[in-house]
Protein backbone atom coordinates (compact mmCIF):
# COMPACT_ATOMS: atom_id res chain seq x y z
CA UNK A 1 0.00 0.00 0.00
CA UNK A 2 1.26 3.39 -0.73
CA UNK A 3 0.99 6.68 1.70
CA UNK A 4 -1.42 8.33 -1.07
CA UNK A 5 -4.33 10.26 0.76
CA UNK A 6 -7.78 8.38 -1.16
CA UNK A 7 -9.83 11.48 -1.56
CA UNK A 8 -13.68 10.37 -2.63
CA UNK A 9 -15.22 13.31 -4.47
CA UNK A 10 -19.00 12.84 -4.56
CA UNK A 11 -20.48 14.65 -8.16
CA UNK A 12 -22.75 17.18 -7.65
CA UNK A 13 -25.53 16.89 -10.09
CA UNK A 14 -25.77 20.43 -12.52
CA UNK A 15 -29.34 21.29 -11.28
CA UNK A 16 -28.52 21.64 -7.47
CA UNK A 17 -25.52 23.82 -8.51
CA UNK A 18 -27.32 26.04 -10.89
CA UNK A 19 -30.79 25.77 -10.57
CA UNK A 20 -32.88 27.75 -12.94
CA UNK A 21 -36.23 29.66 -12.47
CA UNK A 22 -38.35 30.50 -15.18
CA UNK A 23 -39.52 33.26 -12.68
CA UNK A 24 -36.64 35.04 -13.77
CA UNK A 25 -37.62 35.11 -17.76
CA UNK A 26 -41.15 36.79 -17.33
CA UNK A 27 -41.35 40.23 -19.74
CA UNK A 28 -41.52 42.62 -17.32
CA UNK A 29 -45.12 42.72 -17.73
CA UNK A 30 -47.39 42.50 -14.60
CA UNK A 31 -50.47 40.87 -14.79
CA UNK A 32 -53.07 42.95 -12.86
CA UNK A 33 -55.48 40.14 -11.83
CA UNK A 34 -53.02 38.25 -10.55
CA UNK A 35 -52.41 40.94 -8.22
CA UNK A 36 -55.86 41.32 -7.15
CA UNK A 37 -56.06 37.87 -6.72
CA UNK A 38 -53.13 37.84 -4.45
CA UNK A 39 -54.90 40.42 -2.39
CA UNK A 40 -58.16 38.58 -2.29
CA UNK A 41 -56.91 35.31 -0.88
CA UNK A 42 -55.16 37.48 1.50
CA UNK A 43 -57.82 39.51 2.78
CA UNK A 44 -59.93 36.14 3.15
CA UNK A 45 -57.36 34.81 5.10
CA UNK A 46 -57.36 37.60 7.17
CA UNK A 47 -61.50 37.44 7.64
CA UNK A 48 -61.42 34.03 8.59
CA UNK A 49 -58.51 34.51 10.94
CA UNK A 50 -60.87 37.22 11.93
CA UNK A 51 -64.08 35.42 11.98
CA UNK A 52 -62.17 32.29 14.21
CA UNK A 53 -60.92 34.81 17.17
CA UNK A 54 -63.95 36.30 17.34
CA UNK A 55 -65.90 33.05 17.40
CA UNK A 56 -63.50 31.62 20.21
CA UNK A 57 -64.07 35.18 22.42
CA UNK A 58 -67.81 35.18 22.08
CA UNK A 59 -67.65 31.14 23.21
CA UNK A 60 -65.43 32.42 26.20
CA UNK A 61 -67.82 34.59 27.24
CA UNK A 62 -71.28 32.45 26.81
CA UNK A 63 -69.15 29.84 29.05
CA UNK A 64 -67.71 32.59 31.46
CA UNK A 65 -71.16 33.74 31.58
CA UNK A 66 -72.87 30.42 32.96
CA UNK A 67 -70.59 29.75 34.89
CA UNK A 68 -70.89 33.00 37.01
CA UNK A 69 -74.99 32.44 37.02
CA UNK A 70 -74.31 28.94 38.42
Do not use: W
Not at 39 to 60: G, N, P, Q, S
Amino acid sequence: MSTEKIISVKKIPSSLMNPKNDSDKHSGRVDINHLLDRVRKEKEEEYKTKFTIFIFFLAFVIVAGAILTF
